[in-house]
Structure formats: structure tokens, C-alpha cells
């Protein structure tokens, strides 16, 4: 698809600059023998990879981009819904067309923010208190700017917003890059100083936003040699940057491929088995129970992707206390 074609090109000509990236003073730190440990429970979808999961109304739902290509996507067009992780019963899709959404609750408000295109200049906002009926209306809309992930949450007064910049070079760097905007009311938002950035020296695509006992997490995907990996890094200002000590957060490996859904098709087993693993991306959780639902993608990250689960048996606030020990 163009739209798909548009990213992957931006990515092919990112490689160019890697090498000098990771020897700049900003490069990524070496890995830690000994991460957090996060328990991958495996593959549960092929051909979805941005998701959320959430708690909403006291039930975990998994937020799904349902791209054109997905293999049970019959309508001929991208959209969004919502699965609910006990029962697998799907809700009313929305959202027809859009594209790389993002979930997050307040209260008992559902709040989905999403592109209208790849690389486009307009994020749009879709609000619902039932998962059934959406309200949406545009809250960026940023000509030159090409912007693809976003990830929103909720910072002591204000709304905020994460959102992956590919475009103008000055704004973006060597893409992909975080910038961010504030909102006191979801329906007026406001850019931060352009300092408030990470990182524009090295391709640094984020993914998931937290706010944690004053400092914002940004979950983000690195690339290192051979590969990408997760890697998390945190800021009281969004201007000045510390990375955990424990990076990466997930990196590939053979438990990726271990099929945890057991609908799964003989042929889908078969491409999860002899897929190419070089990445763990789009990661992003909730917390329900005394512990973390986790949905990451894992494959190739050229378009033959692959959904997957893990769990971290502990809070939202031991998490994010151990990454920075």
C-alpha cells in the first residue's frame, strides 16, 4: 500500500544514518545482562500491530488498528475496535480509515487519538463512554509535519499528547521523532517549545507515553545492529532525557514465536514458525490485578508483523520504579 510504502522508505534511508547516530553523546546505552523481567506468553494475531490494552469499566479490552491487509479485514478499509480480553467478543468497529490509533482512559471516558493518513498533517480525537457511539474532532493539525503513532496520557491538570514526527527536517531530525502537545480539556491543544523532543539525533520512533510521580516515560523503539529493539527513557520537562539502565525493555527472541492463541489457523502457526524475528516494537500496557497486560509486535518490520502478549507481575508503580533503580 503507498501509504505503508511511504514509511518504510523513510526507514530504509534512517539506516544511513545509524551508524553515525549511535556514536554520537546521545547514543543508546549498552543492554543490561540482567532487564526486568517481563514474561512473554507469545503470538496471539498475525498482521496487527499497533494495539492497546486498556481498563475500562473495571474490564481489560485490547484497542485494535485494523490495517487493509489484515487477513480477517474484509470491509476494503482500515478502522479501529476494541476486543474484550476475557470473552474475545469485538465491539462496534469505528473510525473508518484512519489510521496507527492509540487508547487511553480517564474515568469513564475512552479517548482514541489516530492519523487520518500515513504521513499526513492532522491527528484527529474520538471520545466514547460506552466503547459503542464515538464523538471525534480534529486536535492538531500541523501543515508540513508528517506524523504517524501517537500515545496520550494523563499528567497531573493536563492532556498529554506523544505523537511520531517523520517530517520537516528541522522538527524531526533523523526520523522518527517524539514531539508533544498539552490540553486542558481534550478539545484545545497546544504545542510544547520545540525543545521538547526526543530524540532528533537518531531514529528514536515512540510508541507509548506514560507520567509517573513527575517524570513522563517514553517507550520507543531503538535500532541497533541487526535489529530494533524497546528501549524506555524519562524527563520531567520532555527536554532533558535519562535512559533506564536496563534497556532494553524487549528485545526478539524465540518466545516471540511461541503460539499462545490457540485459534490460530495450521498455516498462520506455520508463517509465525518460520518468520523473520528482528524486532520487538509498538509496546504498550495497562495494569489490571496487580499486574501488567502487555502487547508488543515482533517480525521483520517491513510489513510481515505478528501480535504478542506478556505479563509483568507487578504494579503500573514497581514497573516504572524498577526500570530507573
Not at 471525534?136 to 500515545?151: C, D, E, R, V
Not at 495450521?266 to 518460520?274: V, W
Request: charged fraction near 20%; include cysteine.
Amino acid at each position: 500500500m503507498s501509504d505503508l510504502n511511504v514509511r518504510f522508505t523513510l526507514r530504509v534511508l534512517t539506516v544511513l544514518f545509524i551508524a553515525v547516530g549511535l556514536a554520537c553523546a546521545g547514543a543508546a546505552p549498552a543492554a543490561n545482562p540482567a532487564p526486568v523481567a517481563i514474561q512473554k506468553l507469545g503470538t496471539i494475531d498475525v498482521d496487527l500491530v499497533e494495539t492497546t490494552p486498556i481498563v475500562f469499566k473495571n474490564r481489560v479490552y485490547r484497542f485494535e488498528y485494523v490495517r487493509q491487509n489484515y487477513w480477517n479485514n474484509k470491509t476494503g478499509d482500515s478502522y479501529f475496535r476494541f476486543i474484550d480480553h476475557e470473552t474475545g467478543e469485538t465491539t462496534p468497529s469505528f473510525a473508518k480509515g484512519y489510521h496507527l490509533g492509540s487508547a487511553a482512559v480517564d474515568g469513564d471516558l475512552a479517548i482514541v487519538t489516530a492519523v487520518n493518513i500515513w504521513d499526513g498533517d492532522r491527528i484527529d480525537l474520538f471520545v466514547s463512554r460506552d466503547l459503542k457511539t464515538w464523538e471525534s474532532w480534529n486536535a492538531l493539525t500541523l501543515p508540513g509535519y508528517g506524523m504517524f503513532n501517537t500515545s496520550l496520557c494523563k499528567a497531573e491538570d493536563n492532556y498529554v499528547l506523544m505523537f511520531e514526527v517523520g517530517k520537516p527536517p528541522e522538527v524531526a531530525g533523523n526520523p522518527f521523532t517524539a514531539r508533544f502537545a498539552m490540553s486542558k480539556d481534550l478539545k484545545t491543544w497546544t504545542l510544547t517549545p520545540p525543545e521538547c523532543t526526543y530524540d532528533k539525533s537518531r531514529y528514536t520512533a515512540p510508541h507509548c507515553l506514560r507520567y509517573f510521580e513527575g517524570y513522563y516515560y517514553n517507550f520507543f523503539l531503538e535500532a541497533v545492529k541487526g535489529g530494533y529493539e524497546q528501549y524506555v527513557v524519562r524527563s520531567k520537562d520532555l527536554i532533558h532525557w535519562e535512559s533506564s539502565p536496563l534497556n532494553p525493555v524487549l528485545k526478539a527472541s524465540d518466545e516471540d514465536k511461541i503460539i499462545h492463541n490457540q485459534k490460530l489457523t495450521p498455516e498462520q502457526c506455520k508463517r509465525i514458525a518460520e518468520a523473520k524475528n528482528i524486532n520487538n516494537s509498538d509496546f504498550d500496557y495497562c495494569e489490571f490485578g496487580g499486574q501488567l497486560i502487555i502487547n508488543y509486535s515482533w517480525g521483520n518490520q517491513q510489513g510481515v508483523e505478528h501480535l504478542a502478549e506478556a505479563r509483568y507481575k507487578g504494579t503500573e508503580a514497581e514497573f516504572l520504579r524498577a526500570l530507573f533503580p
